[in-house]
């Protein structure tokens, strides 16, 4: 299974920038599609965006269309998620996961067998 690896996240204004990484290994990463999931305290765990295992095709959680950007490495295996124009409701630890392919594109969590352990992003207003 691919291990998963998180960082990136901080504390930062509304209306700024961060961009999220997540390195994985023991896989090839080629063979996986990858998506990132947010939950905030008390919330169930949220799609986010997710990108198909070359990079040609990607989906985006409503909340996030049009700020955040998903992308990949792959001969780094490392996903990237460049959040802009932050809002406070952002809040929420984010995590990566990834799908062994042949897979389609999902926005369930359980579409995903593989979790990072969570990197926290805090937003204030």
Avoid: H
Avoid at 43 to 48: D, G, I, L, N, P
Avoid at 97 to 125: C, E, F, H, K
């Amino acid at each position: 299974q691919v291990q998963l690896v998180e960082s990136g996240g901080g504390l930062v204004q509304a209306g700024g920038s961060l961009r999220l990484s997540c390195a994985a290994s023991g896989r090839t990463f080629d063979n996986y599609l990858m998506a990132w999931f947010r939950q905030a305290p008390g919330s169930e765990r949220e799609f986010v965006a997710a990108m198909t295992s070359t990079g040609g095709s990607t989906d985006y959680g409503d909340s996030v269309k049009d700020r955040f950007t998903i992308s990949r490495d792959n001969p780094k295996s490392t996903v990237y998620l460049q959040m802009d124009s932050l809002k406070a409701e952002d809040t929420a630890v984010y995590y990566c996961a990834a799908q062994r392919i042949p897979a389609m594109l999902t926005r369930n969590a359980r579409g995903y067998s593989a979790w990072g352990q969570g990197t926290q992003v805090t937003v204030s207003s």
